[in-house]
């Protein structure tokens, strides 16, 4: 049982190339999230999915897009990569969130450099 | 929306003493809150957590209380060691997790 797992764990890139950001859990969930951390700003929500076949934006959707694969895998993707997302993002789930919302788990991180 | 704020930003304690981290919400609707811990390097993970219908719970050495009158909500860590060290983030869930920006915590030995 790996839990959330994320790969790259590091990525470099040049301003205005794309990537995809993988994220896959093992703990059959039906919620999955993107965060990203920045210093002194904590953890701030980009997009999340409720439940397979559904995705919705968070506090800092603005250049991102994901993909909710299957129950399993949720990917974000940047289409044309900015210095401001430079940053390490986090996958997590949970078994369901909204009301009665439950404990999420973290995946290891991808940090991301964009020149 | 929900707004978060997290104090101190960076406590320091010797071996043994309490450390405590309070945080602030402003939804009234929030109704979850759990706590994380984020080593160097790594993900956070949760460490405690308490519903809105619960104003304490504790395990072991972690505390949590909740007063939903002040909207208000705390950490306590009890004879703190030095693999207390990292930073400490509280949320309010309504229902996506808000997070607040993070305690940096030392342990000196």
């Known amino acids: 049982n790996a839990g959330v797992t994320q790969t790259p764990k590091f990525q470099v890139l040049k301003t205005g190339q794309s990537m995809t950001l993988q994220c896959a859990q093992d703990?059959?969930?039906?919620?999955m999230y993107w965060y990203r951390q920045d210093p002194g700003m904590g953890l701030r929500l980009i997009y999340y999915?409720?439940?397979?076949?559904?995705?919705d934006k968070g506090e800092v959707p603005n250049g991102y897009n994901v993909s909710r694969l299957n129950k399993r895998e949720f990917s974000l993707r940047l289409e044309s990569a900015a210095p401001s997302q430079t940053s390490v993002y986090f996958c997590?789930?949970?078994?369901?969130?909204?009301?009665?919302?439950?404990?999420?788990?973290f995946g290891p991180g991808t940090r991301l450099l964009v020149l | 929306g929900e707004n978060v704020e997290q104090h101190p930003s960076t406590l320091s304690v010797q071996e043994g003493d309490s450390a405590v981290i309070k945080c602030t919400y402003s939804?009234?609707?929030?109704?979850?809150f759990p706590w994380y811990k984020q080593e160097l390097g790594k993900g956070p993970q949760l460490i405690i957590d308490?519903?809105?219908?619960?104003g304490e719970k504790k395990d072991q050495r972690i505390a949590v209380t909740l007063n939903k009158t002040a909207k208000h909500f705390s950490l306590h860590i009890t004879e703190t060691q030095p693999e207390d060290s990292a930073v400490y983030f509280c949320a309010a869930s309504h229902p996506a997790l808000i997070f607040g920006k993070g305690t940096t915590l030392s342990v000196s030995s």
């Open positions: 999915s409720a439940s397979e076949g559904t995705t």
């Open positions: 939804d009234s609707a929030s109704n979850y």
């Open positions: 703990m059959n969930h039906n919620s």
């Open positions: 997590a789930s949970s078994l369901r969130s909204g009301e009665g919302a439950e404990t999420q788990y």
């Open positions: 308490i519903r809105s219908n619960v």
